[in-house]
């Protein structure tokens, strides 16, 4: 088996790699080529972490594993990421164990390829502003992977702890966008695209915020309870996610759906949409709601297109297991 140690994953895949396997993923999912296990992920009752297991398989490109970890709030503080995560590859022929490879940087950078996937399947064409809630860990690689999918002329932020609002300025001015700091009705009145990504177990964003056109990417959404968005807002938004079945349990959907404003059938899957088998966006007016909630197969991809890579590098470490 070969090891991929966090520390050589940078040099290893490039975010429009992520991008392409990701996009893939979600196409081949809404084909039926791909599919994720249930999720596992609890609270653990230590270190008030969030800890669980994704997984799934890829007939099509024989990606069989799971990427193990979770969530611990007080990492930063000792200097480490607050995510933390591991994933693991086994041969879907035999299924001896094939390699194992550093999960952190992977996550960022799938999933800032799926809401990346979003704007460019959901966001209307002149899309100028974006709008970022959230300004934690994630958020950088959200902002880098957005811009790219846009021709964006300003970002503008709004976060819980203001205090962090410098390092979304930090990250507007290293893709050379002017950056404003605003209230969240201003955000809804004037960005495109918002993309939020927090840890919230309670809506920020609110219905009446948003204005007709907006694309929203809600990506923090990924565990029972938490929520980002108002529900309402959902019966005013075609939404579209990852995987229904998380979208409706784990997902921003999942509140939406308990208070019964909308239905399963109200969800698509932005594979489909990729796929052309779906519509998505059907006029400027429309508000298109992206429940990014990350799926195992995310994760498989870009773990794969890893190991590949170091393969072919040469640093990938084979140890006889
Ligand atoms: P982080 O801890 O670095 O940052 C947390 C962010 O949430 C900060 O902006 C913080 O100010 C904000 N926040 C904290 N409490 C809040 C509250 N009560 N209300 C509103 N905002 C609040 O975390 P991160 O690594 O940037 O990840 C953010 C979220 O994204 C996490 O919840 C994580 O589980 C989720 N996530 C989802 C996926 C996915 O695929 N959907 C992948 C990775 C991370």
Redesign the pocket.
């Known amino acids: 088996m070969f090891i991929v140690p966090e520390s050589a994953i940078a040099s290893l895949i490039t975010p429009e790699a992520s991008f392409a396997a990701v996009e893939s993923v979600f196409a081949a999912m809404s084909k039926g080529d791909a599919y994720n296990f249930p999720v596992i992920r609890e609270a653990i009752g230590h270190a008030d972490a969030l800890y669980g297991f994704k997984s799934g398989f890829d007939r099509a490109g024989l990606a069989l594993g799971l990427k193990s970890g979770g ?1 611990w ?1 007080g990492n ?1 503080a000792k200097g480490l ?3 933390q995560s591991t994933v693991f590859l086994f041969d879907a022929d035999t299924g001896k164990v094939k390699a194992v490879v550093g999960g952190n940087l992977l ?2 950078l799938r ?1 800032a390829a ?1 809401s990346a996937v979003s704007i460019k399947h959901l966001a209307r064409e002149d899309a100028k502003v974006l709008g970022m809630i ?6 950088a690689f959200q902002m880098r992977a957005a811009v790219k999918q846009r021709n964006f002329e300003k970002v503008i932020g709004w ?3 203001p205090e ?1 609002l410098p390092k979304l300025e930090a990250t507007a001015t290293e893709l050379g966008l002017p950056f404003e700091a605003v209230e969240l009705a201003d955000m809804g009145a004037r960005a495109d695209v918002i993309i939020s ?6 809506p ?1 964003l609110m219905s009446a915020h948003v204005t007709p056109g907006t694309h929203i990417a809600c ?5 029972k309870g ?1 929520q980002e968005v108002e529900a309402k807002l959902l019966t005013r938004a075609h939404v579209f996610t990852d995987e229904i079945a998380q979208s409706i349990s784990i997902g921003e959907a999942q509140h939406a759906i308990s208070e019964g404003l909308i239905e399963q059938n109200d969800i698509t899957e932005i594979g489909a949409v990729i796929n052309g088998t779906a519509t998505g966006r059907t006029g400027a007016d429309d508000i298109t709601l992206f429940d ?3 799926v195992g197969l995310q994760d498989l991809a870009v773990a794969a297109s890893v190991v590949e890579a170091a393969i072919a590098a040469g640093v990938a470490i084979e140890v006889d297991f």
């Open positions: 969530y709030p930063e990421t607050n995510h996550t960022a999933t799926a959230g300004a934690g860990h994630q958020s976060n819980y702890h962090m990504i927090t840890s919230s177990f309670a920020t990506m923090g959404t990924d565990t938490k990014g909630t990350g």
